[in-house]
């Protein structure tokens, strides 16, 4: 199951609110070494997390087990603000057009070594549900290169929005990625789930496990 | 027209190819420029995979047709040092670094030097990670490869574009019917071809003429929609059509 909360909606709900900022410290700060982020109280929080963020939070056995943030791109975003040296030329932009950043999978919910665990594919399919659903159909990512050729097997339309670069021990290349209903459909079939993920409203009080 | 324009461009026309040997070609054309002439993508089999099934796991290959049934006949997978070397790194390296990196043993010294006898002396492997956790290596190998670092990144970037197209190509010929009919002349001459055979032996072989042996194979290669008899092998093993 997964929601999308603006942050005035993910404020109003305190027990959310501090899950996902606990865990993006816990998977950007403490797992991937982003040490600029690093705050004391252990919550990772930064100026994109503004009135027009979207919050898509995927809820397992009431526990957060998969978060991403979409952000407009007819403001500072974090590929024109932060990652500028990611993109030649000029960054698409636009109503149709939002950055996804901040993916992350709890580390109880990777199924295996290396591939995209069911949670991390629900992610996807949320995005592109809640794109074809209002009118966005491209997102910009900033991802290491092996999500090309998943974004690929996936059917997406992938364009490099510039060269890939060395961030400390990662690779990370900005890529515009363009979906349709099609897109959609290849990503159900290759969870093997048809129904739609997004859901309305807000989930249950974390920590409550429902009985399903 | 900037050098990343240009890597805009060749992406956009990988995407438009519509067979794996279209997408070998277009791809070489852009790596050549560097001196990366031969290719090869596929599956890295386990080690201890027979023999037979080894093609399988080949998504773009423009190699050497020999070098390829040695590689194959010699089982070199299991000793190559560039398979080792990719399968403990993320990144993208040079063949001379694999080389360099590790102790090597009689066998993945004989790989390489066997590779050079087929005017592979350096290239450039990287592995990339499917959706389901296979890895993927694409090795590109020439006889000079001078690459700053600037374009190595575009080659890999270019490359991971390539794999992608070959690998929607390959799950859309999964879905749609798209048999192919191979008749059983064409089959055996694929089947001896497969293991090395000239046309002139094949002929031989089948008790027919040279240029009949000739013309099954061709027919074969444009049935498989396949740029050489190589890809046409593979592709026919890959198809199940010969073992």
Redesign the interface.
């Known amino acids: 199951m997964l929601f999308s909360l603006t942050t005035q909606e993910l404020m109003e709900r305190p027990d959310l609110w501090e899950a996902v900022h606990r865990l993006r410290h816990r998977i950007f700060v403490e797992e991937m070494g982003w040490t600029d982020l690093d705050r004391p109280d252990g919550l990772e929080i930064d100026q994109f997390d503004h009135e027009e963020a979207e919050h898509h939070l995927v809820i397992r056995n009431g526990e957060l087990a998969g978060y991403q943030r979409m952000l407009p791109t007819t403001r500072a975003h974090l590929l024109t603000d932060v990652l500028s040296d990611l993109y030649e030329g000029t960054p698409p932009s636009g109503p149709n057009v939002w950055e996804l950043t901040r993916y992350a999978v709890a580390p109880g919910f990777r199924d295996g070594k290396r591939g995209v665990s069911t949670v991390g594919t629900e992610l996807i399919a949320g995005f592109v549900e809640w794109g074809l659903k209002r009118g966005v159909n491209q997102v910009i990512i900033e991802f290491e290169p092996m999500w090309v050729l998943r974004a690929l097997q996936l059917h997406f339309l992938a364009t490099p929005l510039g060269y890939q670069r060395t961030y400390g021990n990662q690779q990370v290349v900005a890529t515009l990625l363009t979906f349709t209903e099609h897109t959609l459909n290849v990503v159900r079939q290759r969870r093997n789930h048809f129904l739609p993920v997004l859901n309305r409203g807000y989930p249950g009080q974390l920590g409550l496990r429902q009985a399903s | 027209m ?1 050098m ?1 324009d240009r ?2 461009e060749y ?1 956009d026309q990988l ?1 438009h190819a519509n067979t794996a040997a279209a997408v070998c070609e277009r791809l070489l054309g852009v790596t050549s420029n560097f001196g990366l002439t031969a290719l090869m993508a596929g599956t890295v089999p386990q080690p201890g995979t027979p023999r037979g099934q080894q093609k399988d796991h080949v998504l773009l290959c423009d190699w050497p047709g020999e070098w390829l049934e040695r590689y194959v006949a010699r089982n070199y997978v299991d000793h190559d040092p560039v398979v080792s070397h990719m399968k403990q790194l ?2 993208p390296f040079q063949w001379r670094e694999a080389s360099q990196a590790i102790v090597i043993d009689k066998s993945s010294d004989e790989v390489m030097g066997d590779a050079r006898e087929f005017k592979l002396r350096d290239g450039l492997a990287f ?10 290596m694409v090795s590109l190998g020439g006889e000079s490869v001078e690459l700053s670092e ?1 374009e190595f ?2 080659v ?2 270019v490359s ?2 390539a ?3 070959a ?2 190509l390959h ?1 859309m010929a999964g879905k749609v019917i798209d048999h192919i009919e191979l008749t059983p002349r064409e089959r055996e001459c694929l089947q001896w071809a497969a293991v090395g055979k000239s046309e002139w032996e094949i002929s031989q072989i089948l008790g027919i003429s040279e240029h009949t042996s000739e013309k099954h194979l061709l027919n074969a290669k444009s049935k498989l929609g396949a740029a050489n008899r190589v890809q046409a092998v593979a592709e026919a093993i890959r198809r199940g059509y010969i073992s």
Request: no cysteine; glycine share 10%; charged share 5%.
């Open positions: 900037s990343f890597t805009l992406i995407q993320q990144a592995p990339l990670v499917t959706l389901d956790g296979q890895i993927v600037a990144g575009m890999s970037l991971t574009y794999v992608g197209r690998m929607q799950t």
